[in-house]
């Protein structure tokens, strides 16, 4: 954790601190995720800061233990951003004078739902389980951008799939994807295992329709 006075011109050693402790690493951090124009990664923090990425990681978890604060850091992949705590929503709506936000309707939770818990996926992948055209939602989503493009499935066409943003974790308050609950059953059967078998069917279907 040590610090080079050579490195940083100007300033006097004794404002350097031979080690960093856990505390000023996360306060490091959180320097770094304020300035930071874009989500930087675990990684080029630890380039940038000159410091090992598990002292990163050390610091990362004091802020994440945080719960007394109006913001939170939030992981996207291995990017990190803070964003404001959810519990205080409401009242910085009112400050800033903001109308609630619009409702999701019934069907882009559902189709949000399944690109969360599935992700990545495909359109198709998400009508196989819904059942019903859902070209429309994922419009939707992606114009709101809770969901976007994060590859294209290796098969006949390579058609889109899509996964969940930083702003999809804003909007329901979560830190990473971790977070999310479990499916539970549906029907007496396993969620998972159902959403599993129809994006696999749904994959064959894709891979069917070259042959």
Not at 55 to 80: N, P, S
Not at 120 to 135: C, F, H, K, L, Q
Request: aromatic content about 4%.
């Amino acid at each position: 954790m040590s610090t080079d006075a050579a490195a940083q011109p100007g300033l006097p050693a004794e404002w350097l601190p031979a080690d960093y402790t856990t505390v000023e690493l996360a306060a490091l951090i959180e320097a770094i995720l304020l300035v930071s124009p874009e989500p930087p990664t675990i990684e080029e923090i630890a380039a940038g800061t000159e410091l090992a990425t598990d002292e990163i990681e050390t610091g990362l978890a004091l802020l994440e233990q945080r719960t007394d604060r109006g913001w939170l850091v939030q992981r996207h992949g291995r990017r990190l951003s803070l964003a404001t705590n959810p519990r205080y929503a409401d009242r910085v709506r009112m400050f800033l004078g903001l109308d609630r936000e619009a409702k999701l309707s019934s069907a882009s939770l559902e189709a949000l739902a399944l690109v969360a818990y599935q992700q990545p996926v495909t359109r198709a992948e998400v009508e196989r389980i819904r059942g019903v055209d859902s070209s429309g939602v994922l419009a939707t989503l992606h114009a709101r951008g809770l969901i976007e493009p994060v590859a294209r499935l290796a098969t006949v066409g390579n058609p889109i799939q899509y996964g969940t943003t930083a702003l999809f974790l804003n909007h329901f308050g979560l830190q990473s994807l971790d977070d999310l609950p479990p499916i539970g059953v549906i029907n007496g059967k396993d969620g998972a295992e159902m959403l599993a078998a129809a994006q696999a069917e749904a994959w064959t279907d894709e891979t069917s329709e070259g042959e």
